[in-house]
């Protein structure tokens, strides 16, 4: 059954991987699965069309067959439990708990690292910018502590390489710019070790080449 999920016609990072279909990119990657792209503009995206596909207006959205996701979460979690072991462990114990990781990255470490992004540039101009920036850095260095001691010396969260450590290297990857990932040693390797791995490489490759292809006139 054919895949097909939604990009940016034009990210704003110009193709750094940032934008979250890089996520669902690179779950379908892993998880040895084709899949087709369909890109949408920022007007398109705010249309009934794709509206009936998401509620809010956003990319990513997956549709397979009949069903149709939104929020990269759920997406991510779908292709892991269709496609098991390559995302999530046979041992079901282990499998909830790689689930618990991909809520840990998306619920208690992305918030601070999106108030962060939102303070430095959406609120860049802002009267209380130099007051605030500090204080989220702070609350991102105190979750990227706690996350560093239990990841310790291992390679990945919990045992081999999951679902969660596909979302908690894709949340570290946006604090890339801020330099803080580099504060944090084992995390900065944690990261590098996610994106040398095969199925990353070509999921970014692919969301980059879009970006940098001439945009379609017409
Ligand atoms: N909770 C949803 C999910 O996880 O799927 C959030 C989806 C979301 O934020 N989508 C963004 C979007 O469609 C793109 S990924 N925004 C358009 C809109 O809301 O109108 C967020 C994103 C965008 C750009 C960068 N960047 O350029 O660095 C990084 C991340």
């Known amino acids: 059954m054919t895949i097909t999920i939604t990009a940016f016609e034009r990210s704003p990072d110009g193709g750094k991987g940032l934008a979250r279909d890089t996520r669902v990119r690179w779950a379908l990657e892993e998880a040895g699965l084709p899949y087709e792209v369909r890109l949408v503009s920022f007007r398109a995206m705010k249309e009934a069309a794709h509206l009936a596909l998401h509620p809010f207006g956003q ?6 067959g009949e069903l149709a996701l939104f929020e990269t979460g759920a997406i991510v979690l779908h292709i892991a439990e ?8 046979a041992d079901a114990n282990a499998r909830a708990r790689a689930i618990a ?3 840990a990255a998306l619920n208690t470490v992305e918030p601070p690292i999106l108030d962060l992004v939102t303070v430095k540039f959406a609120e860049g101009d802002r009267p209380w910018k130099a007051e605030r920036q500090p204080l989220v850095e702070d609350r991102v260095r105190i979750r990227l502590n706690q996350l560093a001691a239990r990841l310790g010396d291992g390679d990945w969260l919990d045992g081999g390489f999951s679902a969660g450590d596909l979302l908690m290297v894709s949340v570290l990857l946006r ?3 801020s330099g803080l990932l580099n504060e944090f040693p084992s995390l900065a390797a944690y990261v590098a070790r996610g994106e040398a791995r095969p199925a990353y490489q070509r999921s970014f490759a692919a969301q980059l080449a879009i970006n940098a292809a001439p945009l379609a006139v017409g």
């Open 59 to 64: 990319i990513p959205t997956y549709e397979e």
């Open 175 to 177: 604090l890339r710019p």
């Open 82 to 89: 269709r496609h098991q072991p390559r995302l999530f462990p």
């Open 101 to 103: 990781w991909m809520f």
